[in-house]
């Protein structure tokens, strides 16, 4: 079983879409979540930290569920640029506290 | 602008050729890290450098060698690669024990062996 697992997607959303992704994590001793935000060809960009009682953040809300060992991302009224791959990404003191990265999902808004 | 900075930006290089990937961060981060990304793969783990001291070696092969001189620096020496290293290279780096530890990367090293 791979460490990090994410929606294999691609999602092909129209604009103003709601859209969720979900990820899994194997390692139950993972303490810190995050979302990436990774264009093509370009570096990834933290997204938003996800704390174990939700957070928000304008259109974008994450949730962790450390029973389940899951993670979502909402996002709401899709915008254009919204189109690029997102990436799970968890920490956890066993790994070395290496940060271990999900495949992605990619998402595309389309007009 | 993330605080990390790459060159260059683009490699070409032949499997006989020698050449260095160079990382600076302005964060005053005390971790760095080199991440290689194939196409249509997850990031993966090459080398931790934390405090300076190299702390994991993600069974790289010997083609590639690192170095980091101090904590505001990294390099990735590359010498007789493979076409199969062809990807996209990625510095990081971030604050080991800060609050609320996150990774910064560079914008990246594209990277062709012919």
């Known amino acids: 079983r791979k460490e990090v697992e994410q929606d294999p997607g691609p999602f092909n959303v129209p604009e103003g879409a709601t859209v969720a992704f979900n990820c899994t994590y194997s390692n139950s001793a993972s303490q810190s979540f995050f979302w990436y935000r990774q264009d093509c060809r370009k570096e990834p960009k933290l997204l938003m930290s996800?704390?174990?009682s939700g957070n928000e953040d304008g259109r974008f809300t994450a949730q962790l569920n450390r029973a389940s060992q899951y993670i979502s991302l909402l996002i709401r009224d899709s915008k254009l640029s919204d189109s690029a791959t997102y990436l799970c990404?968890?920490?956890?003191?066993?790994?070395?506290?290496?940060?271990?990265f999900g495949p992605g999902t990619r998402l595309s808004v389309l007009p | 602008e993330t605080g990390v900075t790459q060159t260059p930006r683009h490699l070409v290089m032949g499997m006989t050729n020698k050449k260095s990937l160079k990382c600076e961060q302005h964060l005053g981060h005390n971790a760095m890290y080199w991440y290689k990304q194939s196409a249509k793969k997850p990031l993966e783990l090459m080398f931790v450098?934390?405090?300076?001291?190299?702390?994991e070696n993600n069974s790289v092969p010997s083609r590639f060698s690192p170095e980091c001189p101090n904590s505001s620096h990294l390099f990735l020496h590359l010498h007789t690669l493979q076409p199969e290293d062809s990807a996209l290279y990625l510095c990081a780096s971030s604050q080991v024990r800060g609050i609320n530890e996150k990774l910064f990367f560079g914008s990246g090293t594209q990277l062709s062996v012919l």
């Open positions: 990404v968890v920490r956890a003191a066993n790994y070395g506290q290496n940060f271990v």
């Open positions: 450098y934390s405090l300076e001291e190299r702390v």
């Open positions: 996800v704390y174990s």
